[in-house]
């Protein structure tokens, strides 16, 4: 039996036995088991940062107390003044600055920028105004100025149009806008069911148009741009008596009559302004491209642009005339393009619709968590406490160790605790430096991007202390890189050359990281890029936050359990000499035959 117990894959079939035993009882008892060990993971948290605090501390307070010949809670005293008028130092000098840059931030973002009200003195003065209106704030400036990238983009793929293009439409959409709105006017009239004495009454010029009396006009006629569809003049027009509704089709057709000789005279007008001709019209049209278009403007032109070109996709031969007369055979590129950049429209519409509501709804999580919070305060104020007495008590808890070390194990096991405290001392040690460098790095480059160019990186102490202390969780400085970069580019003035600066801070810090790290933490401490990815992925899952911070100490530690325990077995199982093959001993009988 007890050979049976011995053989190694009664082992292996016993050990998955009981894993799989204790699996099963956690499992059955998890409403017991899994809000105790929540527990016992939310109290210990903070007693582990303090330690790793601790092993951090403990050389400086040993080097103090004996180079000093003072005692130990005095040396970790004086360390800890030290540290506290440190932090002060920076909290006067850093914190007023950051919190400056993001009250600001949070004021442009949420409320806007102060404008003086038209009309009064401030307005007409560069002095300070007490009349404020808050408008034009970041998320404005940032959408406007997607808008104006995405019709560069479009204008260069010939999917939109450029500016001395909408210019022209503006001018038309002017000279068409009473025209169209008494069409409308009518539609409304028609939809519920009014009589000829509710119409609005018709312009002049339509009244010269019309030809013949009612009822001359075709029963279904077609209309053509900029009218509205031809559905949808009909679709109205159903609702009313037959009298009525060839009355009302005849003032339609003479309105689009008038709207397309309207048009006609435009475009001949836009071959007048292109020969600088002295037309009134021409002269309108070229004020119009030289002002260019404000943002309201611009906005009424793009949708009346979007009906010219789903008028030429129709194939309504005026809006084709148009099209041909602005850019061309191709105006709006191939059906693909022009299909891809439509989702990305709806895409980019879609994100803005609900970013208010997405908004709002970080808003109420970060509201009703607040617990959460209130945990989280209290545990940044126990662990310097937790450190402070861990400090005091190292010295009786290394000889506790020592004491039950096993004396067999006593070399190993001195060993990986000194490894574990150099890697964890370095860690932490060695982050601080490098955080505080990094930030300092990248705090001057967004400051020097301001002083050699027109164009400044706005809140560069804060996005550069930020990236720089967010090189503790590896790439998580992508999250400010991106505001950072959004800011630069909504300034006036900004282009790709501002982007780029920005991100080649960036890259300084980063790179600036990777040279610090083996010189400051050591290469104990370095990680393979997979083992480091998955490392946070995990310790992040489990433990938070604190736990992408713990992520590279925590792996550092696990790789030299590994060196000590794992990698020697697996070598000396992979190393172990094939067991020689014995040959079968004859019988007798065999033996026999053989002679006979």
Not at 248 to 263: E, T
Request: net charge neutral.
């Amino acid at each position: 039996m007890r050979d049976l117990l011995e053989h190694p894959w009664v082992k292996v079939l016993l050990i998955a036995t009981t894993i799989a035993m204790c699996t099963f009882a956690l499992r059955e008892t998890a409403w017991i088991t899994v809000p105790i060990v929540s527990a016992f993971k939310d109290v210990l948290l903070p007693v582990i940062v303090g330690f790793a605090i601790a092993y951090v501390l403990t050389p400086i307070v040993d080097a103090i107390s004996r180079q000093g010949g003072v005692r130990r809670f005095v040396a970790a005293s004086i360390l800890y003044g030290c540290v506290a008028l440190l932090l002060i130092t920076l909290v006067v000098l850093v914190v007023p600055a950051v919190i400056h840059e993001g009250k600001n931030l949070t004021q442009r973002v949420f409320v806007g920028d102060p404008h003086a009200a038209p009309g009064t003195a401030a307005a007409a003065s560069d002095t300070p105004f007490s009349t404020l209106v808050r408008h034009d704030g970041l998320l404005n400036a940032g959408l406007e100025r997607l808008a104006a990238w995405q019709n560069n983009l479009k204008v260069i793929a010939h999917l939109a149009f450029n500016d001395t293009d909408l210019a022209f439409l503006s001018v038309c959409q002017e000279q068409t806008s009473a025209l169209r709105d008494w069409q409308e006017r009518m539609l409304s009239a028609a939809r519920s069911g009014a009589g000829p004495e509710s119409w609005p009454a018709a312009p002049d010029e339509i009244s010269a148009s019309r030809q013949g009396p009612a009822g001359d006009q075709p029963s279904d006629p077609v209309f053509t741009w900029p009218s509205p569809a031809t559905e949808t003049i009909l679709e109205a027009a159903r609702g009313l008596p037959g009298e009525d509704r060839s009355a009302w089709l005849d003032r339609m057709v003479a309105a689009d009559h008038v709207l397309n000789q309207r048009m006609t005279q435009q475009l001949a007008a836009l071959e007048l302004a292109r020969g600088r001709s002295e037309d009134p019209d021409a002269v309108a049209i070229r004020s119009a491209q030289k002002q260019g278009l404000k943002s309201d403007q611009r906005s009424a032109t793009v949708g009346f642009s979007e009906g010219l070109v789903a008028a030429d996709q129709k194939g309504e031969p005026l809006a084709h005339q148009v099209l041909h007369s602005l850019q061309g055979e191709s105006p709006i590129g191939s059906k693909t393009l022009a299909t891809l950049a439509q989702q990305a429209d709806d895409a980019v519409r879609n994100a803005i619709e609900q970013s208010p509501k997405q908004f709002g709804d970080w808003g109420k999580a970060l509201g009703s968590d607040l617990g959460s919070w209130v945990n989280l305060a209290i545990d940044v104020f126990l662990v310097p406490i937790y450190a402070f007495f861990l400090v005091l008590a190292m010295p009786a808890i290394r000889r506790g160790v020592h004491r039950y070390i096993p004396v067999r194990r006593s070399d190993q096991t001195l060993r990986i605790i000194r490894d574990i405290e150099q890697v964890v001392s370095a860690f932490f040690r060695g982050r601080l430096i490098i955080c505080t460098l990094c930030s300092l790095v990248g705090w001057l480059g967004f400051s020097m991007i301001g002083w050699f160019s027109v164009v400044s990186m706005p809140y560069a102490a804060l996005f550069g202390i930020a990236i720089g202390f967010a090189t503790i969780v590896p790439l998580s400085g992508l999250l400010f890189l991106i505001p950072a970069i959004a800011l630069t580019m909504i300034q006036p003035g900004a282009t790709m050359l501002h982007a780029v600066l920005v991100l080649s801070v960036y890259v300084v810090v980063q790179s600036l990281e990777a040279i610090l790290i083996p010189l400051i933490m050591g290469h104990e401490v370095e990680l393979h890029p997979v083992m480091l990815i998955v490392a946070l992925f995990l310790c992040g899952k489990l433990f938070g936050i604190i736990g992408l911070i713990l992520a590279v100490p925590i792996a550092a530690t696990c790789r030299i359990l590994a060196r000590e325990f794992l990698w020697p077995r697996l070598q000396e199982w992979v190393d172990r000499p094939a067991r020689p093959k014995v040959a079968p001993v004859p019988s007798a009988a065999s033996l026999i035959e053989h002679d006979l």
